[in-house]
């Protein structure tokens, strides 16, 4: 527990560090945690992946958008990985106001919770963001789905299920970083590059995933998903210091995510 705190606290640091707007909402989701009895060590909230992409608008939603599987996976791993990217689907929506598919991620967000073993306390928070949306309450919206991380974090450390939470932030990061960076590749400036949601952070999930137990940290997932963070990992070390990502660079980060994000959604 003890080097788990070290590495969610680095990665905290590395994560929001310059990011004024996600210094708030990770303030929202600490306090959310601290309530819950979960302290101050898990990943930041995927809300900050986020926080960028007002200044990146117009968002390409319908090209960006991917629903869930119509079949759940029978491992927790993948679900939690879903659940995350699903997160950050959520977040997409409040950012398009897109109420057509507040419906869909309400309902999905309860077929996940209950895979994985955690239904009883994510049903009621899966119908309220349902009902903001559907009264135009976009910004509450947003904090529910906060709320709703912190609330599937606790339930499964409850469960003892803590890899599966880095899961979770895992899986919100690879899909925020997909959106952001294929927004930027598809409408590239400097400034636009600068604004990609710290590809960095792929060197802490590497380390965290190595500490995975090893039946999680060998699956033919988290292999593929190691591969393409690994690939992240490498273009944030070329990039020059005080320089934005070149094109050819978000263009590979974008293809690395997007191929995790695929292998993720892979249900057999």
Same mark, same amino acid.
């Given at each position: 527990?003890?080097?788990?705190?070290?590495?969610?606290?680095?990665?905290?640091?590395?994560?929001?560090?310059?990011?004024?707007?996600?210094?708030?909402?990770?303030?929202?989701?600490?306090?959310?945690?601290?309530?819950? %009895?979960?302290?101050?060590?898990?990943?930041?909230?995927?809300?900050?992946?986020?926080?960028?992409?007002?200044?990146?608008?117009? *968002?390409?939603?319908?090209?960006?958008?991917?629903?869930?599987?119509?079949?759940?996976?029978?491992?927790?791993?993948?679900?939690?990985?879903?659940?995350?990217?699903?997160?950050?689907?959520?977040?997409?929506?409040?950012?398009?106001?897109?109420?057509?598919?507040?419906?869909?991620?309400?309902?999905?967000?309860?077929?996940?919770?209950?895979?994985?073993? +955690?239904?009883?306390? +994510?049903?009621?928070?899966?119908?309220?963001?349902?009902?903001?949306?559907?009264?135009?309450?976009?910004?509450?919206?947003?904090?529910?789905?906060?709320?709703?991380?912190?609330?599937?974090?606790?339930?499964?450390?409850?469960?003892?299920?803590?890899?599966?939470?880095?899961?979770?932030?895992?899986? %919100?990061?690879?899909?925020?970083?997909?959106?952001?960076?294929?927004?930027?590749?598809?409408?590239?400036?400097?400034?636009?590059?600068?604004?990609?949601?710290?590809?960095?952070?792929?060197?802490?999930? *590497?380390?965290? +995933?190595?500490?995975?137990?090893?039946?999680?940290?060998?699956?033919?997932?988290?292999?593929?998903?190691?591969?393409?963070?690994?690939?992240?990992?490498?273009?944030?070390?070329?990039?020059?210091?005080?320089?934005?990502?070149?094109?050819?660079?978000?263009?590979? +980060?974008?293809?690395?995510?997007?191929?995790?994000?695929?292998?993720?959604?892979?249900?057999?």
């Amino acid at each position: 527990m003890a080097s788990s705190a070290r590495w969610c606290a680095s990665l905290l640091f590395y994560s929001l560090a310059g990011l004024a707007a996600a210094h708030a909402a990770s303030g929202e989701i600490d306090r959310l945690r601290e309530e819950l %009895g979960i302290g101050r060590f898990m990943a930041p909230s995927i809300e900050a992946v986020f926080q960028e992409l007002t200044s990146l608008e117009p *968002i390409p939603f319908d090209r960006v958008w991917r629903p869930l599987p119509d079949r759940l996976p029978q491992d927790r791993p993948r679900m939690a990985l879903l659940a995350g990217n699903l997160l950050a689907d959520g977040f997409l929506v409040v950012e398009d106001q897109r109420t057509s598919k507040v419906s869909t991620v309400g309902h999905d967000l309860v077929r996940l919770a209950k895979g994985l073993g +955690i239904g009883d306390k +994510i049903t009621k928070r899966g119908r309220h963001v349902i009902d903001l949306a559907e009264k135009d309450r976009w910004t509450e919206m947003r904090h529910e789905l906060v709320k709703t991380q912190a609330e599937v974090e606790a339930a499964l450390l409850g469960l003892k299920d803590e890899d599966l939470v880095h899961l979770i932030a895992l899986g %919100g990061w690879l899909r925020g970083l997909e959106i952001t960076s294929g927004c930027v590749a598809d409408d590239y400036t400097a400034d636009r590059a600068a604004r990609l949601f710290q590809p960095d952070v792929a060197a802490k999930f *590497i380390e965290r +995933i190595q500490g995975f137990r090893p039946r999680l940290r060998n699956s033919m997932l988290m292999q593929t998903v190691g591969n393409d963070l690994r690939d992240i990992r490498d273009v944030a070390a070329e990039k020059q210091p005080n320089r934005p990502y070149t094109l050819a660079q978000v263009k590979r +980060i974008h293809e690395a995510t997007r191929d995790a994000d695929s292998a993720i959604s892979d249900v057999e």
